[in-house]
Structure formats: C-alpha cells, structure tokens
C-alpha cells in the first residue's frame, strides 16, 4: 500500500524560503518509471502542478516557478523535499505530495496535503 | 486562468447523467492522456479516471471518460448525492520542455 506524507512549516513569511518534505512508504526509487510530484491548492482555488522528479532524477519544474523551486530525492530515507524560494502571501494553501508509477500518467495516490501560511 | 477549461459548475437530480467538459489544445489534450481527480471538501483529490477512459481499481463504472480531438469528457450516470464534489480534468503538455497543465475544476451540485 502507497502513503505519502507532507511536512513543514505551517507560517513563513513574505520573501522567505518554504521547504517541505515528503515521506513515502510502498514504493522505492529503485523502481523504474516511478515519480514523486508536488501539488498546490490556493483556498478556493485550483490545482496546480509545481514540480515532478522520477527514478532517474529527471526533475520537471512548472515552467512559471522553475527559477524559485528545487526538487531533490534521498532514495535511502524514501524522502522528495521541495524547496520554494520568495514565498508570497498568495502562495497560501494546501501542498499535496504525489505518486506517479510511470512516466507522463496520471497521479494515482496522494498525500493528505499540508496546509501552508505566508503571512508577516 | 488555466490552461485546460471546465464549466465552473454542473448540476443534476439524484439517478440523472452529467457530463463535465475539458477543453485543451493541440499540445495537451489533442496528444497526451486526460486524467480526472475527484475532490470532495475537505479531502485531498483522488485519481478518478486516467489515459482518457481507464478507472482504477474501486471506482463506479457509473463514471466514465472520453477524448475527441482537443475535448475531453468526464461522465457520471445514476448520480448519487455522494459524487457531489469537484472534479478536475488534467495532461501533460509538450509545450515548455513538458508540464502537468489542469483544468479550473468543475463543482458538481447534486440537487
């Protein structure tokens, strides 16, 4: 069975760095195609893709964010962490961690989601 | 705005048939699979149908999905009260070295 569990920071501040981790378990990245993903969600507003890296560490980046977002993989700890840099109180929401099991499909298993504030 | 559009709402009578419209381009849709996420308030989404047709394991086969050209469909028949929810369509495009583009969401009201 596939889990995937967000963590981080509840409050960041305007300009600042948000890093969020995501901790999996059923699945490796020693296996071929596999990918982990990260999601966002404004309050009320839609989703939107931010960021993909697969068993190889080719890493995908939304083309509109990819100079503030780094995405990395520890394929020891069963760990993706997500770094998103000058961080705007618009950018408040809910971040979903997700599963990909090959490449270019759909994301089959989600994250329970972490809800992230950016407010002085 | 997103790059993939939906009706902002649908709405049907409990047993009635809806249909949920996606509309892309020649870069999206028209070359690479649809996907459909189901989003009930409060919950995070779930994979609802994926490659245009396909539904994973545990889902009604009262939802299904379809793709022509640059639209695709999501249909729901015998609509029960619990499918109120929102409903994403969402493909790969392989404009800008590749990314993950979604539709705006549909809510679906059941009345």
């Known amino acids: 069975q596939i889990t995937l569990k967000e963590s981080g920071p509840t409050l960041v501040k305007p300009t600042q760095t948000l890093t969020l981790t995501c901790t999996f378990s059923g699945f490796s990245f020693r296996t071929t195609a596999v990918g982990v993903g990260w999601i966002r969600q404004s309050p009320g507003k839609a989703l939107e893709w931010l960021a993909l890296?697969?068993?190889?560490?080719?890493?995908r980046y939304s083309p509109s964010l990819k100079s503030r977002l780094t995405i990395t993989k520890d394929t020891s700890k069963n760990q993706v962490v997500l770094i998103m840099t000058n961080m705007d109180p618009v950018e408040t929401g809910t971040y979903y961690c997700?599963?990909?099991?090959?490449?270019?499909?759909?994301?089959?298993?989600w994250g329970q989601g972490t809800m992230v504030t950016v407010s002085s | 705005q997103s790059v993939l559009t939906q009706p902002p709402s649908a709405s049907g009578a409990p047993g009635q048939r809806v249909t949920i419209s996606c509309s892309g381009t020649s870069s999206n849709i028209e070359i690479n699979a649809v996907n459909w996420y189901q989003q009930v308030p409060g919950t995070a989404p779930k994979l609802l149908i994926y490659?245009?047709?396909q539904r994973p394991s545990g889902v009604p086969d009262r939802f299904s999905g379809s793709k022509s050209g640059t639209s695709a469909s999501l249909a729901i028949s015998g609509l029960q009260s619990e499918d109120e929810a929102d409903y994403y369509c969402a493909a790969w495009d392989d404009s800008l070295n590749g990314q993950v583009v979604f539709g705006g969401g549909t809510k679906l009201t059941v009345l």
């Open positions: 890296i697969y068993w190889d560490d080719d890493k």
């Open positions: 997700v599963h990909i099991k090959e490449v270019f499909s759909a994301f089959d298993i």
């Open positions: 490659k245009n047709y």
